[in-house]
């Protein structure tokens, strides 16, 4: 039998922040410096970290959910601002996740990645670590739903022609799981993210990583 005939899926779905990218106390740090931009009221680190993996729109509305509109893109543009301000020194990828990215491709693996970035944050990341050619293909928020609407996992399916029953998710969030869920997908959780164990458990996740290693154990 060929390699790819006793592969348990065609495709591997990536969250990126939280799950490859040790980015969180960053994004809650540029959170933070778009409150005080916008004269809100800080919240706290729990509360920042608990949106991340959303579009952006959508967890500024979470985060805020009376601010208004006008408020939200200078929001936006201010969180933007200040984290490509830091951009000149990336968040790390968390211990052992290149080589297990590499490990899978060899093995004979698509991969992909579902992001809540912008696809010009994405971009920027992956031309950064020179690491795009690792990646059949990618969705970011800004050009499709953000999770857990499953658009973003239906359009990876279509690009790289695969059914659910083929797929895994893996990610960090409540919001990887429940996109997952609602595209019909298995999901992989990892404790190392932003959302506990016991969160990401009440999805049926097929496993839950405690460790970097723990995702290739389970694949291969």
Same mark, same amino acid.
């Given at each position: ?27 809650? #740090? ?22 991340? $993996?959303?579009?952006?729109? #959508? ?32 968040? =790390? ?38 690491? $795009? ?14 999770? =857990? ?43 190392? $993210? ?9 999805? $049926? =996740? ?15």
């Amino acid at each position: 039998m060929s390699v790819m005939e006793v592969l348990p899926y065609k495709l591997v779905v990536f969250d990126w922040d939280g799950t490859l990218v040790d980015s969180a106390e960053r994004i809650v #740090e540029c959170l933070r410096h778009a409150s005080q931009n916008v004269r809100l009221p800080l919240l706290s680190d729990r509360e920042y970290s608990n949106i991340i $993996g959303l579009g952006m729109f #959508e967890a500024i509305r979470q985060l805020y959910p009376d601010l208004p509109e006008s408020d939200i893109h200078v929001f936006r543009d201010a969180y933007r601002d200040e984290f490509l301000g830091r951009s000149h020194e990336p968040s =790390p990828f968390f211990s052992g996740v290149p080589d297990i990215l590499s490990l899978l491709q060899c093995k004979g693996y698509a991969l992909a990645v579902a992001t809540g970035k912008s696809r010009k944050g994405l971009v920027r990341e992956l031309e950064t670590r020179d690491m $795009g050619c690792l990646f059949h293909a990618t969705r970011c928020a800004d050009e499709t739903r953000s999770k =857990p609407d499953p658009m973003m996992l239906n359009q990876l399916m279509a690009e790289v022609r695969c059914q659910p029953e083929e797929v895994l998710m893996i990610g960090d969030s409540i919001y990887d799981m429940e996109m997952a869920v609602n595209a019909g997908i298995d999901r992989l959780a990892v404790t190392w $993210g932003v959302h506990d164990r016991e969160r990401l458990a009440s999805f $049926g =996740p097929v496993c839950i990583a405690e460790r970097v290693s723990d995702i290739s154990d389970s694949l291969l």
